[in-house]
């Protein structure tokens, strides 16, 4: 129970006026020691008096704006709690083509930015985090269910971007914005990315033991632009097969020797990324508990209505009230 | 007044204007009326400097950009409800955005994480180049549509050139807002930090750029001593100076302020950002439904408290003037009076 304006309770003494005071008018009478206390009569009074004292609460409790507090209720639902780390190199912005955003090809942020926001809306009980790796790794808003927040981050990962691409740093960000987050439910990552560098081997280290410290799914979304090396491919045996060569090929290796349960995506185009996401969607159906906002009740509209009740009798009692004087004839009280 | 046997006085209509007004609560009083907010991007400087411990009460106990962290949540208890907050980072020479504004009150607990997990880590590059990351910020405000506040002590690093601040492109005032000078005005050194994240004393003078030897050199040069047109440019001498202490630069940005048509506080003589931020801005107002519901509910709770009072007067009458006259008893001192008829 809150109160908006907590300064009206000071009208509540108000309430003990009715006790000493009628609303009806008063008349003089001889003497009514002689008259035997009539009950009826005295009920009748109190309930005035009372109806008087309702009228009055139910008043200053309206005024003080009475509601109840906003709620939330913890509910079992389908999702995951989702960091999405998302990659805002320079080359974000190029097409899948590798070339500059023109009317008919957008760039690969533009389709990231459209594709993520439509999962973040479609997924209704996850809780969702967000954090950006580039030369350094960016702490952008913490896992949250407050969707609008995170919608209006991903609404900026297609602004220009930084330069490199250290994506060890950023997966560590993620996985300490894991950390602090407290709410029991399955986690996961998802790394959007259009080509990483080389993760370096102490930074490889310190990401295998915090891994393995916490159960964490890892879904690794590669946007590959055209004629970019696949994270797939085996190259041919003449080929160069070093991380410094093939970054993509050796991370994912990297990820598949981290047992934990991992996917990758290679995504050339907007639909694939769809499909990719779809994909994650569908796997990240562990029950979890969220929690449903109930929002804060006016409660005000109710206590004028139990004071207009009060008043209605009153009124009620008010109209059935008879003068000793004003009956014609003159006659008293029958 | 009688109808039907019915009495109508001064106090039924009393009553029943208790009940209409009462009603009229109820049913609710709506008033649209209009609703100052702020809709502002906050740019937070995360530069080294920004670590110098030169604020909070007592002096030393904040480094400044816990301090601009602090003033950047109380702004988003000062600011009305529909207000939205966006934010961003600078460092090196550009500001970056983090999210685009954000409703502060339904987000409020996802903007404070936002805004406290700021750390100067998020750093790309050593650099600091104030002028061009508030010019870029000043970019990004007008794509948003938003206003700017930009938080940061000042302190250009490498310093600036002999041509001083470079030139401010875009319209002077098209973007409105406010610069925060975030520090303290005694030079203060500057930590130091290890790869590892973990202090390692302050800044030596020989550990940061003294001067700026990228460019030209001054015209001065050919005065200092060991000058080499090809070899030594700029004099044959390394460059001295208190680069490596730190405080706010007033001057500095109240130059930049007037450049770009923004307005200067200095974040150690406010309480709130609120107050300078909307004197600094265009007032923008949106339509908010008020509940003016207390007005009949007050009517209603003054009448009926004057019918009570109608009902003192007439007890204090009943007891002496009237009991006396009208019936030329004598007074029973509990009062021969009845409620009721």
Not at chain 1, 125 to 130: A, Q, S, V
Not at chain 1, 301 to 322: D, M, N, T
Not at chain 2, 77 to 83: A, E, H, I, T
């Amino acid at each position: 129970m809150i109160f908006a304006h907590p300064i009206a309770l000071y009208l509540l003494p108000l309430m003990l006026i009715p006790l000493f005071l009628g609303t009806q008018k008063l008349e003089g009478y001889p003497s009514l020691a002689v008259l035997p206390p009539d009950w009826l009569s005295q009920a009748l009074a109190w309930t005035l008096r009372f109806a008087g004292v309702l009228a009055i609460g139910g008043i200053v409790l309206g005024l003080s704006g009475i509601a109840l507090r906003e709620r939330k209720i913890e509910r079992f639902g389908q999702g995951a709690h989702i960091v999405l780390l998302i990659d805002r190199s320079a080359s974000m912005n190029d097409t899948f083509a590798g070339r500059q955003p023109s009317g008919a090809e957008e760039s690969k942020s533009a389709a990231a930015k459209r594709l993520l926001k439509d999962f973040v809306i479609e997924r209704k009980h996850d809780r969702f985090g967000i954090a950006e790796f580039s030369t350094a790794p960016l702490h952008v808003v913490p896992i949250t269910d407050h969707k609008a927040m995170v919608l209006n981050a991903i609404d900026a990962i297609d602004r220009p971007g930084l330069a490199f691409t250290d994506v060890g740093r950023g997966l560590g960000m993620s996985l300490s914005m894991i950390d602090e987050d407290v709410l029991p439910g399955s986690r996961a990552i998802v790394l959007v990315s259009d080509g990483v560098a080389v993760v370096g081997r102490r930074v490889q280290e310190a990401l295998r033991t915090d891994f393995a410290r916490r159960p964490v799914h890892l879904y690794f979304l590669y946007l590959r632009t055209e004629g970019s090396n696949s994270m797939f491919a085996t190259p041919p045996s003449d080929a160069e097969d070093t991380p410094q060569a093939l970054p993509e090929r050796h991370l994912n290796k990297f990820f598949q020797s981290l047992r934990i349960p991992y996917r990758a995506y290679e995504a050339e185009n907007a639909k694939a990324v769809k499909a990719a996401i779809d994909d994650i969607g569908k796997l990240e159906q562990t029950p979890i508990v969220y929690t449903e906002r109930i929002p804060q009740y006016d409660l005000s509209r109710w206590a004028y209505a139990f004071a207009a009740l009060a008043l209605a009798l009153l009124l009620a009692a008010k109209l059935c009230a008879r003068s000793l004087h004003a009956i014609p004839g003159g006659v008293h009280a029958r | 007044m009688t109808f039907f046997g019915v009495e109508f006085d001064r106090r039924t209509a009393m009553i029943a204007g208790t009940l209409a007004l009462t009603i009229a609560a109820m049913i609710g009083f709506h008033l649209v009326r209009k609703q100052r907010i702020a809709d502002v991007l906050a740019i937070v400087d995360i530069t080294g400097s920004m670590n110098t411990r030169d604020m909070g009460n007592p002096r030393g106990s904040q480094d400044r950009l816990e301090a601009a962290k602090g003033a950047l949540i109380n702004l988003m208890q000062d600011l009305p409800c529909d207000s939205r907050l966006g934010l961003g980072i600078f460092t090196e020479r550009i500001s970056y955005l983090l999210f685009d504004p954000t409703e502060i009150c339904a987000n409020y607990d996802a903007l404070e994480g936002a805004i406290s997990d700021l750390d100067w880590r998020m750093a790309w590059a050593g650099d600091s180049y104030i002028a061009l990351g508030l010019y870029s910020g000043i970019d990004i405000a007008r794509s948003l549509n938003s206003d700017l506040l930009f938080l940061t002590d000042g302190h250009e690093a490498p310093p600036l050139p002999f041509t001083g601040v470079p030139g401010f492109e875009g319209k002077p005032g098209a973007i409105k807002g406010l610069i925060v000078g975030v520090g303290g005005t005694e030079k203060t050194p500057i930590p130091k930090f290890d790869d590892e994240g973990r202090q390692v004393g302050v800044y030596r003078e020989t550990d940061v750029p003294q001067d700026n030897r990228i460019g030209a050199p001054p015209p001065d040069a050919e005065t200092r001593e060991g000058y080499n047109p090809r070899n030594a440019p700029f004099g044959a001498l390394p460059a001295t100076g208190d680069e490596q202490l730190s405080s706010v630069k007033t001057i500095h940005l109240e130059d930049l302020a007037q450049r770009t048509g923004l307005h200067y506080a200095e974040l150690q003589n406010v309480s709130s950002l609120a107050p300078p931020l909307l004197s600094a801005t265009e007032p923008r107002l949106v339509p908010v439904d008020t509940n003016m519901s207390y007005v009949p509910a007050l009517a209603a709770l003054l009448l009926l408290i004057a019918l009570y009072a109608l009902s003192l007067r007439e007890t204090v009458l009943f007891a002496n003037l009237w009991h006396l006259l009208k019936f030329n008893f004598t007074p029973d001192p509990k009062g021969a009076s009845a409620y009721g008829n």
